[in-house]
């Protein structure tokens, strides 16, 4: 079965600074990655996703992520955060199982400091 | 891009009642669609899969008699909560394919927040 681990639970950045969340994913086959964002009370918006082909993937509101195949990876970064950008981040993995939903890791929580 | 609407967007019942919720496809039609439940603080955790013209199926350890999910349509599928205990409170997102493949992307709907007293 598929797996998906966010090891950071929380990451506090300050704003302007860069940004770097951690995604490491288990599955058999080539995986098919998707990194999505949730604030307080609205749904889940996708910001990027890996199919195939090149592994750095640039995203909505500035954001990118590589796949590293080797290191079974994909890290999602942002050169300069802004304040807007605090919010839950999920990656999530699909396949598997039969039923092709999406496996998601447990999520980092962006806490942005002025 | 497609949007996913849920109704209601917020439910608050009595132990031992039924909840309906409603997930739907606006401008798209949608041969599968997904349920998700995600608790206070944690991930998302998949449920079943909503198939058109079938039955669903079910994640292991999700009880298919409690969770009752029907895809009538093409751009509407509907998950009852039978008998809901407070344990069942949660958030509950649906969402779906456009193109009938998960591995295109998922709109997601914005959520069914279920308090059960």
């Known amino acids: 079965a598929q797996s998906v681990t966010q090891p950071d639970i929380h990451i506090t950045v300050s704003e302007g600074a860069s940004l770097e969340l951690r995604c490491n994913y288990s599955?058999?086959?080539?995986?098919?990655l998707f990194w999505y964002v949730q604030s307080p009370g609205q749904g889940l918006q996708l910001l990027l996703k890996?199919?195939?082909?090149?592994?750095l993937v640039q995203g909505i509101k500035g954001f990118e992520a590589e796949f590293k195949r080797s290191q079974s990876s994909f890290n999602l970064r942002k050169p300069s955060v802004h304040w807007s950008d605090a919010a839950e981040y999920f990656c999530?993995?699909?396949?598997?199982?039969?039923?092709?939903?999406?496996?998601f890791g447990k999520g980092t929580h962006l806490i942005i400091q002025p | 891009g497609a949007v996913v609407s849920q109704h209601p967007s917020r439910v608050i019942c009595k132990s031992g009642t039924s909840v309906k919720i409603e997930c739907r496809s606006l401008?798209?039609?949608?041969?599968?669609m997904f349920w998700y439940r995600q608790f206070p603080k944690q991930s998302l955790m998949l449920m079943a899969t909503?198939?058109?013209?079938?039955?669903?199926?079910?994640e292991q350890g999700v009880e298919k008699d409690k969770f009752l999910i029907n895809h009538a349509s093409l751009t509407l599928s509907t998950l009852t909560v039978t008998s809901a205990h407070p344990e069942d409170s949660s958030f509950y997102i649906c969402?779906?394919?456009?193109?009938?493949?998960?591995?295109?992307?998922?709109?997601f709907g914005p959520g069914t927040r279920l308090t059960v007293l």
């Open positions: 969402s779906a394919p456009p193109s009938g493949g998960a591995r295109n992307e998922q709109f």
């Open positions: 599955y058999g086959a080539t995986p098919y």
């Open positions: 890996y199919f195939s082909g090149d592994t």
């Open positions: 999530a993995v699909v396949g598997g199982g039969g039923a092709d939903g999406l496996t």
């Open positions: 401008d798209f039609q949608a041969t599968t």
């Open positions: 909503s198939n058109e013209g079938s039955k669903a199926t079910y």
